[in-house]
């Protein structure tokens, strides 16, 4: 029977590869993969070969149906993204979505993701929260802080360095300047850092400070 497995790959470290998914890779019959290069690098690190082919979110409507055709005539096709688990801001769903309506059986592989270690890191409640993702660049971003400004649970979302100040400050509109928040920063890699404080606190700091790397926001909910 033909299978899709979702590998989750290091956002950081290395080492923070499962043996399983070593498996996969050597198992698999090729791989759809978000950047080619980045998975290319992994591979060669692992000392694994094998064929690689762009799947990302420029050429996955396109690509779609062929994708579904070669995937049946394999006993199992992977799919990475170029850091983290696939679906998870990354592309995956649409081609999940379509295996399971052509029968094809689908497999996550647990494993890196940054969300979750900013999440249980920043010291506010983890048991129920929200994960928004990205925040949309310019229209509804300020209707999706207002809605989430009322949130009773911990709120986790993802922002780019050069947008983070500018965003901590307009959600000092909604949320007031004195709720909590953390802001992690290039989980688990070398310059891993994590800010606590205010709103106000930390969009001071940020706006003389621009960071740099992957962001995690974490935003404490009204109910804590």
């Known amino acids: 029977m033909a299978k899709l497995a979702l590998l989750p790959t290091p956002i950081g470290n290395l080492e923070d590869i499962t043996l399983r998914t070593i498996r996969y890779f050597n198992e698999t019959a090729f791989i759809y993969a978000e950047d080619t290069r980045m998975t290319k690098r992994l591979l060669d690190h692992l000392g694994i070969q094998k064929k690689i082919i762009p799947f990302h979110a420029h050429n996955e409507h396109k690509m779609l149906e062929k994708c579904i055709e070669a995937i049946q005539g394999e ?87 050069h947008r983070l100040a500018k965003t901590l400050e307009q959600m000092q509109e909604f949320f007031g300047k004195t709720r909590e928040v953390c802001v992690a920063r290039e989980i688990s890699k070398f310059y891993e850092t994590y800010h606590r404080g205010t709103l106000e606190e930390l969009t001071n700091y940020f706006i003389n400070t621009p960071p740099k790397g992957e962001i995690v926001v974490v935003i404490k909910g009204l109910g804590d």
């Open 75 to 161: 006993e199992l096709v992977v799919l990475v993204s170029d850091a983290g688990t696939p679906g998870i801001s990354d592309p995956g769903f649409l081609l999940v979505r379509a295996a399971i309506q052509n029968s094809i059986q689908v497999e996550c592989l647990p494993g890196p993701t940054a969300f979750v270690p900013a999440l249980v890191a920043s010291g506010f409640p983890c048991e129920k929260f929200v994960y928004e993702g990205f925040l949309p660049h310019k229209k509804g971003k300020q209707t999706r802080l207002k809605i989430l400004s009322q949130e009773e649970r911990t709120v986790v979302l993802y922002e780019s360095p």
